[in-house]
């Protein structure tokens, strides 16, 4: 296995306009490390996994692998495996001669190419299907059998490009499970893509989001870490609203007061919520953002909350058992009027009601008018 790092990494795909597609790229991927490229379509994620695989050129800076700069290396010389979105398998040879092709390919001994597969196929559960083409398989199958390609390179860095895209719910599931147990059986050092952000959370040691590149903006890279540091201290408005499902609450207002560890934002519709930040660098007066995830809203009929209260209207609930939603009109978010409640037990309320939800002071996140997070003071856990 093997560190990555990526230091100034620039794309740009016709340098004569100008127009990046990744700025200022900076990266320090440590050996076993599973990390995870998130963000939008056209954020550049998959293009910086191509980077990393040589499939695509480097506008500027620097990639290193294992302390090596490989800017200049051919893929075939990176000794990189990579897992694509299609299986891209050869449908008129056998699972065995599709995870053995490649090393064929090397004119490796034979019994090293009968070791290597069938200790893949050992690890992967896919010692019953050797023998069989790749049309009697399921997707999930498949899937497999092309990660059991990679794996038999012994590559130093696993690279997944949304391999789970192509399969159903329960398919994705299970194989999330199956990428997490080979990650912990390999240790290896892996780098997946996915606009999927619940792959993230649930895959990831650290996470890199990614947004679409504006035009002045100094890089494209938002924030880089652990799945819970972002969940609980995004630094700006985008990973907030991209990390968390449902996503974060956003409503308008303006600081009212300020105090050590904590201040009051007065709502656009006139509620008065007390934040545990700290907003020491704004004024009095100065034009926020409040954010709330939706699972750390409470019942205020039920339950105290220190931090303020949000009356609305229900439009619509679901029920799917283990959770209840309430999607509701506040006249207080930011696009729009909607706001999202999550409760874990169904709630007493339908279509047309009036609400009214608590908002703890330690679940409130705080943004300037230039979307970048105030500090959080404490963190919310739930009772």
Do not use: W
Not at 18 to 37: A, C, E, M, P, W
Not at 55 to 69: A, P
């Amino acid at each position: 296995m093997a560190d990555v790092l990526l230091s100034k990494v620039r794309k740009n795909y016709n340098p004569a306009i100008l127009k990046d597609t990744l700025r200022n790229i900076n990266l320090d991927i440590k050996d076993g490390d599973f990390i995870v490229f998130v963000g939008p379509s056209g954020c550049g994620k998959s293009t910086l996994l191509r980077m990393i695989a040589g499939l695509e050129d480097i506008t500027d800076g620097d990639l290193m692998i294992d302390g090596k700069r490989v800017n200049d290396v051919p893929p075939s010389e990176r000794n990189i495996g990579m897992v694509f979105q299609s299986y891209a398998l050869y449908p008129h040879m056998t699972v065995f001669e599709n995870m053995a092709f490649g090393l064929k390919l090397k004119h490796m001994d034979k019994k090293e190419i009968i070791r290597r597969v069938v200790q893949a196929a050992d690890v992967l559960g896919l010692e019953a299907f050797l023998e069989r083409k790749p049309k009697a398989l399921s997707g999930g199958q498949r899937q497999r059998v092309a990660i059991g390609r990679c794996i038999v390179q012994n590559p130093s860095v696993f690279l997944f490009d949304e391999p789970l895209s192509n399969l159903d719910a329960a398919l994705r599931v299970k194989m999330r499970l199956e990428i997490a147990k080979l990650h912990k059986e390999l240790n290896a050092t892996i780098i997946y893509v996915t606009h999927d952000q619940v792959e993230a959370m649930t895959l990831a040691d650290k996470i890199c989001v990614l947004s679409p590149l504006k035009a002045n903006a100094e890089s494209n890279l938002e924030q880089f870490g652990s799945p819970l540091d972002l969940y609980n201290h995004p630094v700006n408005l985008f990973v907030a609203g991209f990390i968390g499902s449902p996503k974060m609450n956003f409503l308008k207002g303006e600081i009212q007061s300020i105090e050590e560890g904590k201040c009051v934002v007065k709502l656009i519709t006139g509620e008065r919520i007390t934040a545990a930040v700290d907003a020491s660098r704004a004024e009095v007066g100065a034009k926020v953002i409040l954010g709330v995830r939706p699972e750390h809203l409470v019942s205020a009929t039920s339950e105290l909350a220190d931090g303020g209260k949000v009356q609305g209207k229900v439009e619509v609930t679901e029920n799917l058992g283990a959770e209840f939603f309430l999607y509701m009109n506040s006249g207080a978010s930011e696009v729009g009027s909607d706001f999202t409640v999550k409760s874990d037990s169904e709630l007493d309320v339908g279509p047309g009601d009036d609400f009214v939800v608590g908002i703890p002071s330690t679940a409130c996140h705080l943004f300037d008018a230039d979307g970048k997070a105030f500090p959080r003071t404490a963190v919310y856990k739930r009772s």
